[in-house]
């Protein structure tokens, strides 16, 4: 009888706490408590939409190029209001996170520096007017008529072993690539034969025609002949496509499928592996960019930093600091225009422990050429990048001092000497 009542207890303790537990788990399930938390942002960008920069595009092809009405290598009407999507986006998410409040932030903050040209200060300005309308944001930059040493991407280094090997790594890259069906592609959608190229310099077959290259301290590392040519026009394709002018003035009306495309593409990734990502070059014009980063995250300057550059900024550091190769879905290239590499610092409450997580943040294909509002519902894209040096978790983790360790190394390695 005794015995019998003492296991209906304890029959009944159990349950009781199994009861319990599964209601403490529902509770935690469903309460959603926050185990992370972000602590600091830095946003290396590229400016948004601008107009075609090169000189040579009337004399590659016959045909009339799309008129846009903006200068030469300024920022579009549209790219303004694709990068102010943006800005929309990042302060709702950066709210979201708890980053940011709704009052007009102080420079501890939120702090922007944007290279000192038309189209990079105005995609900051873009940005900030959308993200804090109604707040006096001031884009940080220096002497408007001169070139910040911070972004210009250009050689440092005056010894000629540096030279030597800078044009060696260049040349082996050139010589591997594979473009013969690009290159026909392209003379194609060009009418390449009756360009003046052609018909007044004889240049008429771009799978003959030299590449040169050229290294020069103080000046971008240079590259001429068919593949830059081809880089121009692509730019050209892309930039048109972007700004949204029709399909048939696009490539005139030659690229209107998306395996169209990929035909040429790989003359464009060509041309900036040759150009800004081999290592000795990458490393040596990431330099002074590297130094100031390695500064932000070393002595955190501000809640979230952006910094508003170009493309070659963000090959370089992505050289320079050893990133893994990555993918892109839904971007016609590896650094898309307005696209952003977002490091995000975390605490991680379960652990105890800064983590940091590197996002390539970009609008993709059809939200830049529809010119999609972006919000927390429609977001632009998240793709995770990865440092061969800092090993990630599942979820695309890794510790925060090893980043500042390998960091630091890099910089001590390398650098100390120049600054
Ligand atoms: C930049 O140079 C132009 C002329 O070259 C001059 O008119 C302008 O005032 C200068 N701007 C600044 C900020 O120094
Ligand atoms: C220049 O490059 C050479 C060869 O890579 C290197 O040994 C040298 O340290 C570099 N100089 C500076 C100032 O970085
Ligand atoms: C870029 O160059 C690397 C070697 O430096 C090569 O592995 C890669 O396939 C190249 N990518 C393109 C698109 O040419
Ligand atoms: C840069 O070169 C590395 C190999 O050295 C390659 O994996 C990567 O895809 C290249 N990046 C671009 C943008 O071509």
């Known amino acids: ?27 935690i399930f469903f309460s959603n408590v926050p185990s992370m938390r972000l602590e600091q942002v830095v946003i290396l960008s590229r400016h948004n939409v601008r107009t075609p920069l090169s000189k040579n595009l009337g004399r590659m092809t016959p045909q009339p190029w799309p008129h846009f009405k903006e200068k030469p290598g300024y920022l579009t009407e549209k790219g303004f209001v694709l990068e102010g999507y943006m800005g929309t986006f990042f302060f709702s998410w950066l709210h979201n996170e708890g980053l940011l409040s ?39 930059h220096t002497d408007l008529n001169k070139t910040d040493l911070i972004f210009n991407p250009v050689i440092h280094n005056s010894s000629a072993i540096f030279k030597d090997i800078a044009l060696k790594e260049m040349k082996y890259v050139l010589d591997n690539l594979n ?39 103080g000046k971008k590392p240079k590259l001429s002949g068919p593949l830059k040519l081809c880089n121009e ?74 910094l ?33 590499i977002v490091f995000q610092k975390w605490f991680d409450m379960t652990l105890n422990k800064y983590l940091l997580k590197i996002n390539y943040v970009y609008q993709t294909n059809k939200q830049l050429r529809h010119g999609h509002v972006l919000s927390l519902k429609s977001p632009p894209n998240f793709a ?4 061969k040096y800092c090993k990630t978790d599942n979820n695309g983790f890794c510790l925060w001092d ?12 390398n650098y100390k000497a120049l600054f």
Request: aromatic letters at 12%; one cysteine or more; a negative charge.
């Open 1 to 27: 009888m005794r015995d019998k009542r003492e296991t209906i207890n304890t029959l009944c303790l159990i349950l009781i706490c199994v009861l319990i537990q599964v209601i403490v788990f529902v509770f």
């Open 102 to 140: 709704k009052n007009c932030p102080t420079d501890e903050e939120f702090y922007v520096y944007a290279n000192s040209m038309q189209r990079t200060l105005l995609s900051a300005q873009a940005f900030v007017n959308n993200a804090f309308p109604d707040c006096n944001i001031i884009v940080h």
């Open 179 to 217: 473009l013969e069906q690009s290159y026909k592609s392209m003379e194609n959608i060009l009418n390449y034969k009756y360009s003046d190229l052609c018909k007044l310099e004889n240049e008429c077959d771009m799978n003959k025609d030299k590449n040169q290259l050229e290294i020069l301290v």
């Open 233 to 306: 026009a692509i730019d050209d394709f892309l930039m048109s496509y972007y700004n949204g002018f029709p399909m048939e003035e696009v490539a005139w009306g030659k690229l209107n499928e998306k395996n169209k495309w990929h035909s040429v593409l790989d003359l464009t990734a060509g041309y900036h592996n040759v150009t800004f990502n081999t290592t000795q070059v990458s490393k040596d014009i990431a330099k002074p960019l590297l130094k100031y980063m390695t500064d932000i995250f070393n002595n955190k300057i501000s809640n979230v930093v952006l």
């Open 308 to 340: 508003m550059g170009h493309d070659a900024n963000i090959n370089v550091i992505l050289n320079a600091m050893s990133f893994k190769p990555y993918n892109l879905p839904d971007s016609f290239v590896s650094a898309p225009i307005g696209g952003k």
């Open 384 to 387: 995770l990048l990865e440092l």
């Open 402 to 413: 090893d980043f500042l360790r390998f960091l630091n190394k890099i910089y001590d390695n």
